[in-house]
């Protein structure tokens, strides 16, 4: 194991390496998913590639030093083009027992491991489940070891700041976070530029944690606890101005995009509910553009606001996970019904019921294409990248508005938590939604159901507008008036009609791009945040001189047109879900395809072997 030395070294230049994957894992209270993301963005800064795996603890106040209670962040940065947070970390920051205990199983072989001494305490080892210390029992003896008092080295750095006890405690993350600083050579300045903006008016608290990382910095500096310092260089990427974005913000910013766009005041309504409370805060800062939020009683309140905001002419959305969905169910029906343009965002998490509010899946595709009673078309897109839920976001209102029907898009608590670097869009090049409100002038010919000829969207007629009076309910409509008609060939017309106007959005899609050759062995079909792994994977499967080419799927209701052509031309199909099998079960129906899926409902996004192994089981097998 490792062994704390403090004698001055002598300057090195630091060690080049592609990159790195590293993974801080403490108590909720330790502060890892700040450490990560202040790491994160420092990385970004120096011209990284980034992808990000927060993952937090499912109990809200689970015991300080528990199994339960373990928050990590895991980061990938490199000077290549990446996809992934990366399959197992090569470094591992353990702030305790329990962290070291889940932790360590995903830790590559001879991978380095900066442990916490001052937190192996036996309260601590046994709520962590060890019945023998494993800094002593060779539990590490197949890994590169630091042993650091980083509590006590913190409280040494912090003895002449005015802080009791307990607070200089909560800045020992700053002193790990220096430490790293300084093994792969990443700049100080945006941490403590950040630390002035967050803690600006409490100036103790700025020299407090300014200091820690600092001293941190320091200590590796002059210790010889690393043999070296590494650097990653820049990632050659695409010319631009560039920021760190994660995916509910991105949805967010793309919310606000599309209200520019459209020229409309945009309406969010939601409840909150893990992991989609995110895009309420994002919001609730736009209220100067003319964004109105509202955090509403309930879930079906929430639909019911966003209902009305649309019928008043505004872009109405929502946002909610998988139970706050099916509680929405009857009022989205009611958009369905009535042919009102709304956007409902469902960040999916592992369920059923509450089942793990913080753990990323899935298994809302079926409840999104079909939760409903009755025959209840709405589109579906998702996002396959955190940054992609900008683009996302826009094309749902545009899908929205120009098809008068109800959109939700998916994405999961894996896109949502994750950051990358975002190439920020030129605005000039952004596509106008256009918003058509039929005025008086419309009164003689104004029908309420009146179909346009290429979408066969209603008008959207204003509620107070002379001559446009019209009613709107839950009651199947007249094919025209919108009147309450229980005719049963009326009732066949509107259900053909209302589907119909669905299956038109796929003509306005872009052909569907397939990574790899246009035909083959072996086609890989994904969708939402599957993305990065599949296309590692395929990638990595072709340069072993496999067949296998990758679609991944942006539009899941109505699907691609020319979807059935593509899966025609190869001779074996795999689906790889955070699901059991869901989209599996809408492609074997739909095309009636042999499509083998991967499914996997742990909580925890893809690994790219896991992709790559199945890849290669289909290929090679007979």
């Known amino acids: 194991m490792g062994k704390t030395k403090t004698r001055k070294r002598p300057v090195e230049t630091p060690k080049e390496i592609e990159g790195v994957v590293i993974r801080f894992a403490g108590d909720s209270g330790d502060g890892m998913q700040l450490t990560g993301t202040q790491f994160s963005s420092t990385s970004a800064i120096a011209g990284n590639d980034i992808s990000t795996l927060p993952d937090f603890p499912a109990e809200i106040r689970a015991p300080a030093g528990s199994l339960p209670g373990v928050s990590a962040f895991q980061l990938n940065f490199s000077s290549v083009d990446i996809m992934t947070p990366g399959d197992e970390p090569d470094l591992l920051v353990a702030m305790n027992p329990a962290a070291l205990m889940t932790n360590l199983p995903d830790l590559q072989p001879a991978g380095r491991v900066i442990i916490n001494t001052d937190a192996f305490t036996a309260g601590n080892l046994k709520k962590a489940g060890y019945t023998e210390n494993p800094l002593n029992d060779g539990t590490l003896g197949n890994y590169q070891v630091i042993e650091l008092p980083i509590t006590s080295l913190n409280a040494q750095a912090l003895e002449s700041v005015d802080l009791p006890k307990k607070q200089v405690s909560r800045s020992k993350n700053f002193w790990a976070l220096g430490l790293l600083y300084w093994l792969f050579d990443r700049s100080l300045e945006p941490t403590l530029r950040w630390l002035e903006g967050k803690f600006a008016g409490n100036p103790i608290l700025i020299e407090a944690n300014s200091t820690a990382l600092l001293a941190g910095h320091a200590y590796a500096e002059a210790s010889e606890i690393f043999a070296s310092s590494f650097k990653v260089r820049e990632a050659a990427i695409e010319p631009g101005t560039y920021r760190k974005i994660a995916g509910n913000e991105a949805i967010a910013v793309g919310c606000v995009a599309a209200s520019i766009l459209a020229k409309r005041p945009l309406v969010y309504s939601s409840y909150p509910i893990t992991p989609a409370s995110e895009i309420l805060h994002y919001l609730s800062h736009y209220r100067h553009m003319d964004i109105r939020t509202v955090q509403a009683e309930d879930e079906i309140a929430a639909m019911g606001i966003v209902i009305g905001a649309s019928f008043a002419g505004k872009l109405a959305v929502t946002g909610t996970s998988g139970p706050g969905l099916a509680l929405k169910a009857e009022a989205i029906n009611l958009a369905v019904m009535t042919e009102l343009p709304c956007v409902i965002i469902n960040i999916q998490r592992a369920g059923p019921s509450t089942g793990l509010p913080t753990k990323t899946e899935q298994s809302d595709l079926l409840q999104a294409l079909y939760g409903r009673n009755g025959e209840s078309p709405v589109a579906v897109i998702a996002p396959a990248t955190p940054a992609e839920g900008f683009d996302c976001a826009i094309e749902a209102f545009r899908i929205a508005v120009r098809h008068m029907i109800p959109v939700m898009l998916l994405s999961d608590g894996y896109l949502a938590n994750g950051s990358e670097p975002w190439r920020l869009p030129d605005v000039s090049c952004l596509e106008p939604i256009e918003v058509r409100h039929p005025s008086s ?182």
Not at 586 to 598: F, M, S, T
């Open 441 to 622: 002038d419309d009164a003689e010919e104004f029908l309420p159901y009146a179909r346009d000829e290429k979408t066969l969207a209603r008008p959207w007629g204003i509620p107070g507008t002379a001559g446009l009076e019209h009613r709107i309910g839950g009651l199947e409509k007249d094919v025209l008036t919108g009147n309450v008609n229980y005719e049963p060939k009326n009732h066949q017309r509107m259900t053909d009609l209302r589907q119909e106007k669905l299956d038109r959005i796929a003509d306005f899609y872009d052909p569907t791009e397939v990574d790899g050759e246009p035909e083959g062995e072996l086609l890989v079909i994904g969708w939402g945040g599957t993305f990065g792994a599949i296309r590692t994977a395929a990638r990595r499967a072709r340069k072993e001189g496999l067949s296998v080419s990758h679609v991944h799927l942006r539009h899941l209701h109505p699907l691609p047109k020319d979807l059935g052509d593509i899966i025609g031309r190869f001779k074996k199909v795999l689906i790889p879900e955070l699901n059991m099998g869901q989209l599996s079960i809408v492609l074997r129906a739909r095309y009636l395809v042999d499509a083998v899926g991967l499914n996997k409902v742990e909580g925890q996004p893809f690994k790219v072997r896991e992709v790559h192994a199945k890849m290669d089981e289909m290929l090679r097998s007979k």
